[in-house]
C-alpha cells in the first residue's frame, strides 16, 4: 500500500475536504494531511487554529491520518515525510486545469513523486472554503457545508 500526502491549506476544512480524506483513507496505507502555511497569503484562520480543527474533526472517525503544518515547497515537504503521491481533490471541471498546471510542475521537481486526482462526491463540488467563509460573514447557515465545530469557529471569527 501506498503512503500519502493531501496538501492544502483547509481555511477551513470543508465537508468536501473530510470526503477526499475519508476515501483516500480507505485507498491508502495512510495519510498524511499537510496545511500548509504561507505567510504571503492572508488566512481566516492561524494555523494553530487550522490544525486544531482538522484534528478535532477526524479524530474519532479515521485511525490512519496525520495532520502536519509545512511551508515551503510541496515536493520538499513530501520527500521529509516519505510520502510517494499526493492526492488533490477535484470539485469541477474548472478545477482540473489547474491541478494539471499543479501536477506537471510537481513532476518537473520531483519526477518519482505522483499526484493523484480523486473527485469529490456530486455533493460537495460546488462547496468552496471562500464561498463558505463569505456566506458566514453575511450570516448565512453553513451547517450543510462544514462540521459543527468549524461552523462555530466561522460564527466566532466572522
Known sequence: MTIVL??????????????????????????HIGVIHNPSKSSTFSL?????????????????????????????FAHAIGVSAIVRGLRAISDFEFEFQLSLTNRQLSPQLETILLMTDSKYS????????????????????????????LKERL
Not at 50 to 70: E, Q
Open 6 to 31: 493531501y496538501p492544502g491549506s483547509f481555511d477551513p476544512i470543508t465537508y468536501g475536504h473530510l470526503d477526499v480524506i475519508r476515501r483516500a483513507s480507505r485507498l491508502f496505507e495512510h495519510v
Open 48 to 76: 494553530d487554529e487550522r490544525l486544531h480543527m482538522i484534528r478535532a474533526v477526524i479524530a474519532d472517525s479515521i485511525d490512519n491520518v496525520t495532520v502536519h503544518a509545512y511551508t515551503g515547497l510541496l515536493v520538499d
Open 126 to 153: 460546488y462547496i468552496s472554503s471562500t464561498a463558505i467563509k463569505q456566506i458566514a460573514m453575511y450570516g448565512g447557515d453553513v451547517s450543510s457545508f462544514v462540521p459543527p465545530l468549524v461552523e462555530q469557529q
